[in-house]
């Protein structure tokens, strides 16, 4: 019997469509994306910009709800893939490494 890979994750996925703004670490310019899910220890997003794999982004998140407050973290970019529906886009699977 197969096991469905989704079934094989640690933390469950949360499908999550909020506005991500994200720097490379040491750099200036922030990019924004677009969450498409989270979990305890992963952010997949998609974006314009393509940021190196193995580097660190900074991650801010904002709901719509004024009394939560924004979701920071730093993550290291596993996987960075062509978002073939939306040329000129991407996908960026990235591993959080802290919370703040």
Known sequence: MTQDYE???SFARMQLETEVQFKVKG???AHKAMSQDL???GLLMHSSFSPPLGCELEIE???DNP???PFMATGEVLRVEDNLPS???YLI???LTESH
Do not use: D, F, Q, W
């Open 7 to 9: 079934e094989k994750r």
């Open 27 to 29: 750099e200036a310019m």
């Open 39 to 41: 979990s305890a220890t």
């Open 61 to 63: 998140m904002h709901t």
């Open 67 to 69: 009394r939560l407050p």
């Open 87 to 89: 040329p000129g886009r």
């Open 93 to 95: 699977s990235v591993s």
